[in-house]
């Protein structure tokens, strides 16, 4: 199976419009929204392209492949537009014999991982993540929109049971990690 993952879009057109460009490279099973997806937060400037109304047609385009969670910037309104759910704090699935936790990473995260959790994919810092800690693995695959850490926009690709973060961009990969 191949999976695109994505988190923290907050709203950018140009980040939506580069996932549609990138399903259509990778043609992946399912997409995977790790939360924060239409608006930009009160602590964030806002990101290159902003422009949530055009973001919400791409992500509704793209619906019947998607599989999303609740990040701390979404609200019930956000659910009220977007055509797939959305309000979810995790949610697990399973593939390639992999049991895979997301979630945003704002509740749960390295420090507080869902209970259970094998492999947890999760957003929030903005900052890629691709490594295990006291028995879990631990996914991030940075921000599409607002990179921090001096990392570019970025996102994360599994396949085959590698994951991997990718420069959104150039595709080239930054980091990876074989389960």
Do not use: W
């Not at 309104?77 to 997301?102: H, I, N, R, W």
């Not at 990179?147 to 590698?162: A, Q, T």
């Amino acid at each position: 199976m191949k999976f695109l993952i994505f988190s923290d879009i907050h709203g950018s057109a140009a980040a939506a419009e580069r996932l549609n460009e990138l399903v259509s490279i990778y043609d992946p099973d399912r997409i995977l929204l790790l939360g924060d997806l239409l608006y930009h937060g009160p602590r964030n400037d806002l990101p290159s392209g902003y422009a949530p109304k055009k973001v919400i047609p791409i992500l509704n385009g793209l619906s019947g492949k998607i599989m999303a969670v609740r990040g701390n910037c979404e609200a019930e309104v956000d659910q009220m537009v977007l055509s797939f759910p959305c309000m979810s704090t995790y949610s697990e699935l399973y593939a390639d014999g992999l049991k895979l936790t997301l979630t945003h990473g704002h509740i749960y995260n390295e420090e507080a991982p869902v209970p259970g959790a094998s492999v947890m994919l999760y957003g929030h810092t903005h900052i890629p993540v691709c490594h295990e800690k006291n028995g879990v693995f631990f996914f991030n695959p940075g921000s599409t929109s607002i990179p921090k850490g001096g990392f570019p926009p970025s996102f994360g690709l599994l396949e085959d049971r590698v994951f991997s973060v990718l420069n959104l961009e150039s595709r080239e990969v930054m980091m990876t990690s074989r389960l």
